[in-house]
């Protein structure tokens, strides 16, 4: 069922859990992480971002993520990523993206304000959801996210009062902060900055997003989703998981790329599975009802069963 960030993401704020965005910039990682969602019956965001683009044009890649989820068991946020120019979060908000991440972080915060507020405004007239980021991620080098690589990242680190302020003023639903993360492979194990995460959790009630996900430890894993981060960013890791599997059954192929095609979905299957464990989103695909008790949009399913359900209760009185 197609649904938002808020659908998602709040249970997992109470709830201590964080739900995986996974990019699908190809047909190969779109099954692999929906697999991977219904068989852990996990709810899963799903996406593009505008650097990885050149990969699969927005719109082509619209036509497979929007359908995929709306026929998807599990609640799946279709999610633009890293929006860097207005018209084309408006363009993804425009193919049925419900949500969309308006990146400013390099603006001045008082341009990172006015410009995401804006946003928020356009996407929540869809019915979409909104993550601004404060502070600045950077990558590590040869990321395949950007080639944003900072000297010295805590001086981008995001600050907990000024959090509160942007959150208020801008009206985002979810918020990416930096606290040690990058976007890419690291070179030397990161060390996050869980204090930070901790505070900025207790001081703005929207969920926090973690970039840069791949290649942190299991431990800082845990750790960072038990001081608050609701939703993890997820690209390396299966990006490099699916050519791993592709180089591996390379040596055996016959028929060419149609042997490549299934070892690359089972891969990101695979590794997709793992985060979603360890990110304790796995059985939760049945929380995501909201709190007024209407249900996300695209689910279809569930619709016709209540309003047949109503349908019987009517004709039982007359
Ligand atoms: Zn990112």
Request: glycine fraction near 8%.
């Amino acid at each position: 069922m197609l649904a938002n960030l808020n659908d998602v993401l709040r249970p997992a704020k109470k709830n201590k859990y964080a739900v995986g965005l996974f990019n699908a910039v190809n047909l190969e990682l779109a099954r692999g992480i929906i697999n991977a969602a219904e068989a852990t019956r996990s709810p899963v965001i799903m996406g593009t971002a505008e650097v990885l683009l050149p990969y699969g044009p927005l719109e082509e890649v619209s036509y497979y993520l929007v359908p995929m989820a709306k026929k998807a068991s599990v609640p799946v946020v279709i999610h633009f990523d890293h929006g860097l120019n207005f018209d084309t979060c408006v363009k993804a908000l425009e193919l049925g993206f419900t949500s969309v991440m308006y990146d400013c972080s390099t603006d001045s915060y008082e341009e990172n304000v006015r410009k995401v507020k804006e946003m928020a405004e356009i996407a929540h007239s869809y019915g979409a959801t909104i993550e601004g980021e404060l502070g600045h991620v950077g990558d590590n080098e040869g990321s395949a996210e950007g080639s944003s690589h900072l000297a010295d990242p805590s001086k981008f680190f995001t600050d907990p009062k000024q959090a509160k302020d942007y959150v208020e003023k801008t009206g985002v639903d979810a918020l990416a902060i930096a606290v040690g993360n990058a976007h890419g492979a690291y070179k030397l194990p990161p060390k996050l900055d869980f204090n930070r995460i901790r505070t900025i959790a207790n001081t703005v009630d929207v969920p926090l997003v973690l970039h840069g996900g791949s290649g942190l430890t299991d431990n800082d894993f845990r750790q960072a989703i038990k001081e608050g981060i609701s939703k993890v960013n997820i690209f390396t890791d299966i990006n490099v998981a699916a050519v791993e599997a592709e180089f591996k059954k390379f040596s055996s192929m016959d028929k060419g790329l149609i042997d490549l095609i299934p070892a690359a979905v089972e891969a990101v299957k695979q590794e997709s599975m793992k985060k979603m464990q360890l990110f304790s989103s796995d059985g939760k695909a049945g929380g995501c009802v909201r709190a007024d008790g209407t249900i996300p949009a695209g689910d279809i399913e569930t619709l016709t069963k209540l309003v047949t359900a109503e349908v019987i209760k009517y004709f039982k009185k007359v």
